[in-house]
């Protein structure tokens, strides 16, 4: 039977880079088909309100059964699986069409947070035991990925059997190299990111259950 198809979203650079890595690895993974899941990939712009619109649109065209939406995390050194998206707008930086929203919900009047539907310990021991460094992560920021992640929990609330979730990847190497700060951050090759997304798919595809693992921290 074939499977529904997956939507895989990356992000437009920001913040002064020149590459993200979450579309480099979306962009390599488009058109190939995983466990019989067929990968449509998709660039967000990393703005407050258009990259909702983006998604939103693609929802409704592409009606995927899973979607999988990536973003860059400098400083993190793992494949980061997102647990929870929370209803809040708080930008440090404004994002590419200039916005800085402080304080503000994602969704006025919608519930203060909405968990992943993906099943995210399967897919941390999958990683792992591929010997991908991977974690659950508790926070997913305030910036435009955890709005994304937010708005994309709320626009599928209502659609059943619809699962979906967030990743944080870490910077690329030759990003990690131009930072100015000493050491430099922590990155893994492109090969090596496309490689852990693409068994993250799979594994969404292959398990409906989650695994019962701890994935949890004590701060
Ligand atoms: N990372 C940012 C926004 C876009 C991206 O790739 C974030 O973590 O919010």
Request: proline residues 9%; glycine residues 10%.
């Amino acid at each position: 039977m074939p499977q529904p198809a997956i939507l895989l979203t990356g992000f437009e650079p920001f913040g002064g880079e020149s590459v993200n890595p979450s579309w480099q690895v979306a962009q390599a993974l488009h058109g190939e088909t995983l466990a019989g899941a067929r990968v449509q990939s998709l660039c967000l712009p990393c703005a407050f309100g258009d990259a909702l619109d983006t998604l939103g649109a693609a929802l409704v065209r592409q009606r995927p059964g899973i979607v999988l939406a990536l973003g860059q995390a400098g400083g993190r050194s793992d494949f980061s699986v997102e647990r929870i998206a929370i209803n809040v707008d708080d930008a440090r930086l404004p994002c590419n069409a200039g916005r800085r929203p402080i304080d503000e919900p994602v969704v006025p009047g919608a519930p203060a947070a909405y968990f992943a539907t993906l099943p995210i310990k399967a897919i941390v021991a999958a990683l792992r035991s591929a010997g991908l460094p991977a974690s659950v992560s508790q926070s997913a920021g305030t910036y435009v990925c955890n709005h994304v992640f937010y708005g994309l929990m709320h626009a599928l609330r209502r659609r059943r059997g619809v699962r979906a979730g967030f990743m944080h990847l870490p910077l690329l190497p030759e990003q990690a190299a131009a930072r100015a700060t000493v050491p430099a951050p922590p990155s893994l090759p492109l090969a090596t990111l496309v490689q852990g997304v693409r068994l993250a798919l799979v594994t969404a595809v292959t398990t409906t259950a989650d695994l019962r693992a701890s994935g949890g921290a004590e701060t």
